[in-house]
């Protein structure tokens, strides 16, 4: 019975995503949008983590500030669905319309002297994330993403199978460190979600707008191991269906030539760096991260007041 109601609800999915496939993108975005709206509004764990959040990054703005923020994140968040819908549609020549890249020459010529090795790419839930991975793939330089399976085999396929259309590749989040490191060994770049709350035992805490959050450990890991470059990217929205890719390179030498510092400090202070370009693009781009996510859940000191009711 569970494989035939998989199936059902596989056979639904696909036929939704066809449907709106044949609709014009402004009302896909209002149609996720919406439904976004509806779910931050109706249901009263998410609209509670969405306003500690931004009470915690932005404690300087006031409530007013904080609801047309969170208004406009529920359209974000209908964008990025809306994009993955299109996504397979996408060619390089969409892309070189609509997608800014300031510093594709940079990370081009990183790539070429590099001496055969890939980059590091730190990125996350901001802006519409699955069209920034498949923008440089169709670049000609496609990446290694990690990422969770889905449980049910024909949605993985299906799910993965779109992201991976152009050249790119999925790292199965279980085990994905020892992936990482031999893909950037390959001369293939790896891309890392790194701004989601992680489990204690796979976490270094560091500052997230001003509070200790759990972050993983296997960007700055795989640093350390491969002295590859790391690039922090997001992607955010323009108007007008247009977007630019934000990234910058994170330098890390200094860290690594830092005798004083043990192993565990060269990871706090790779993952700091990191963190503090993230944070900077979410401040210039609030509507576009994923602030429903419980970021501060895991605490340095387990017996501290959680954050989260």
Not at 242 to 267: F, H, P
Request: some cysteine.
């Amino acid at each position: 019975m569970k494989k035939v109601l998989e199936l059902v609800a596989y056979i639904l999915a696909r036929a939704l995503f066809a449907l709106l496939g044949f609709i014009p993108q402004a009302v896909r975005v209002a149609f996720f949008g919406g439904i976004f709206r509806v779910i931050f509004t109706a249901v009263p764990r998410i609209r509670k983590t969405i306003d500690t959040n931004l009470e915690i990054a932005f404690p300087e703005k006031g409530p007013e500030w904080r609801r047309e923020i969170k208004r406009k994140n529920a359209t974000e968040m209908g964008r990025l669905l809306a994009d993955t819908v299109r996504l397979t549609k996408l060619d390089e020549a969409w892309v070189e319309k609509h997608i800014d890249i300031p510093i594709l020459d940079r990370y081009r010529a990183c790539l070429a002297e590099n001496q055969g090795r890939g980059a590091l790419i730190a990125t996350g839930h901001l802006g519409s994330f699955e069209l920034l991975g498949h923008a440089i793939g169709l670049y000609g330089m496609p990446l290694a993403a990690v990422a969770r399976r889905f449980q049910s085999k024909i949605f993985d396929d299906w799910w993965n199978g779109m992201r991976e259309a152009r050249g790119n590749r999925i790292i199965d989040r279980q085990g994905a460190f020892k992936a990482m490191v031999s893909t950037v060994m390959s001369g293939m770049s790896a891309a890392v979600l790194f701004d989601q709350n992680v489990k204690r035992n796979h976490a270094v805490f560091v500052d997230w707008f001003g509070m200790m959050a759990a972050t993983t450990r296997s960007v700055a890991l795989a640093a350390i191991r491969t002295e590859a470059p790391i690039f922090v990217a997001s992607i955010r929205y323009l108007g007008g269906d247009r977007y630019r890719v934000e990234a910058e390179e994170c330098a890390y030498s200094d860290i690594l030539a830092d005798g004083t510092l043990d192993s565990d400090a060269k990871v706090a202070a790779i993952t700091q760096r990191i963190s503090e370009i993230y944070c900077q693009m979410i401040r210039d781009f609030p509507e576009g991260w994923f602030w429903l996510h419980r970021r501060w859940k895991t605490r340095p000191n387990p017996d501290a007041p959680k954050v989260y009711a």
